[in-house]
């Protein structure tokens, strides 16, 4: 069954690629071009799901979900489901899903709530590997990677470039910055600024992420003062507030330390130390 239509009248439309003649798609889908559905999918009435993506078998997207194009998504995923929250009461929330994004086995992202921003997204280009959940109303970034059993609670915002290790969990709310890496079993339960190293339960910082920034094309300079400012937030013994005005002043003439300042300023739950 592919809802009312036969495969041959699917593939007529120039709409898809192919849906597998055991797939269910709602005939209200709105799929692009060069789609493919693999066996046993299932595809709910208001989702969208852009050009050239790959739907894997079993795989179950439901809810108010728009996919972009270009995405690789494996078999056995659940996607666009109702929130893990019990306050959730049929709102309709959203899941919004960039381009480019490669989705392994067995993730379960959901919904957004209506006692935040009211949608879950995640960026372009992402990797995100087998077993990854992301919770209701997350925003994940560009460019990050999840490694397998990584665990999102919701409410958590992941910036561009990061990368949680495998198993890596992180209490709702917290915010982990731009080009972080946490290690195996990392437990997050307070912000992680950007560029920094973390690890352990609860985690802990452990530097400058050096390695990944110099893959990424940071200088040598860059470099050098993304470590002063690690030291001066970390190592100086400056109480935060003092530790932020002094980063604030770096800023002036070295702008990667900008990120810093900005994350500061936004942050919530305080920062690891």
Same mark, same amino acid.
């Given at each position: 069954? *592919?809802? $009312?239509?036969?495969? *041959?009248?699917?593939?007529?439309?120039?709409?898809?690629?192919? @849906?597998?003649?055991?797939?269910?798609?709602?005939?209200?889908?709105?799929?692009?071009?060069?789609?493919?559905?693999?066996?046993?999918?299932?595809?709910?009435?208001?989702?969208? @799901?852009?050009? !050239?993506? /790959?739907?894997?078998?079993?795989?179950?997207? *439901?809810?108010?979900?728009? =996919?972009?194009?270009?995405?690789? =998504?494996?078999?056995?995923?659940?996607?666009?489901?109702?929130?893990?929250?019990?306050?959730?009461?049929?709102?309709? /929330?959203?899941?919004?899903?960039?381009?480019?994004?490669?989705?392994?086995?067995?993730?379960?992202? !959901?919904?957004? &709530?209506?006692?935040?921003?009211?949608? &879950?997204?995640?960026?372009?280009?992402?990797? @995100?590997?087998?077993?990854?959940?992301?919770?209701?109303?997350?925003?994940?970034?560009? +460019?990050? /990677?999840?490694?397998?059993?990584?665990?999102?609670?919701?409410?958590? #915002?992941?910036?561009?470039?990061?990368?949680?290790?495998?198993?890596? $969990?992180?209490?709702?709310?917290?915010?982990?910055?731009?080009?972080?890496?946490?290690?195996?079993?990392?437990?997050?339960?307070?912000?992680?600024?950007?560029?920094?190293?973390?690890?352990?339960? &609860?985690?802990?910082?452990?530097?400058? !992420?050096?390695?990944?920034? +110099?893959?990424? $094309?940071?200088?040598?300079?860059?470099?050098?003062?993304?470590?002063?400012?690690?030291?001066?937030?970390?190592?100086?013994?400056?109480?935060?507030?003092?530790?932020?005005? +002094?980063?604030?002043?770096?800023?002036? #003439?070295?702008?990667?330390?900008?990120?810093?300042?900005?994350?500061?300023?936004?942050? +919530?739950?305080?920062?690891?130390?």
């Amino acid at each position: 069954s *592919t809802g $009312g239509r036969s495969q *041959t009248d699917v593939r007529k439309t120039g709409s898809v690629t192919m @849906i597998h003649a055991t797939a269910i798609v709602d005939p209200a889908a709105r799929i692009g071009h060069n789609v493919e559905i693999g066996p046993y999918a299932i595809i709910g009435a208001n989702v969208e @799901i852009g050009d !050239n993506t /790959t739907v894997g078998p079993h795989t179950v997207i *439901t809810g108010h979900t728009r =996919i972009g194009r270009d995405n690789r =998504i494996f078999q056995f995923c659940s996607l666009g489901e109702v929130p893990q929250d019990k306050k959730y009461a049929g709102e309709p /929330t959203r899941l919004e899903i960039g381009d480019r994004n490669v989705i392994r086995e067995f993730c379960t992202f !959901n919904l957004g &709530t209506v006692q935040d921003c009211g949608v &879950t997204r995640i960026g372009d280009d992402n990797w @995100i590997m087998a077993y990854v959940h992301i919770a209701h109303d997350c925003q994940v970034g560009n +460019k990050t /990677t999840f490694a397998n059993n990584s665990q999102l609670a919701g409410h958590v #915002t992941i910036e561009d470039w990061a990368i949680l290790g495998g198993f890596t $969990g992180v209490h709702q709310f917290c915010r982990v910055g731009a080009h972080v890496m946490t290690a195996v079993g990392s437990v997050i339960l307070q912000d992680v600024p950007p560029y920094l190293m973390a690890a352990g339960n &609860t985690a802990q910082p452990y530097g400058i !992420n050096v390695e990944g920034l +110099k893959r990424r $094309g940071f200088s040598a300079d860059a470099l050098l003062a993304l470590k002063r400012a690690y030291r001066t937030l970390y190592k100086s013994g400056l109480l935060l507030e003092e530790a932020k005005a +002094k980063l604030k002043e770096d800023a002036r #003439t070295q702008p990667d330390v900008q990120r810093f300042v900005d994350f500061l300023e936004v942050s +919530k739950r305080g920062i690891i130390r």
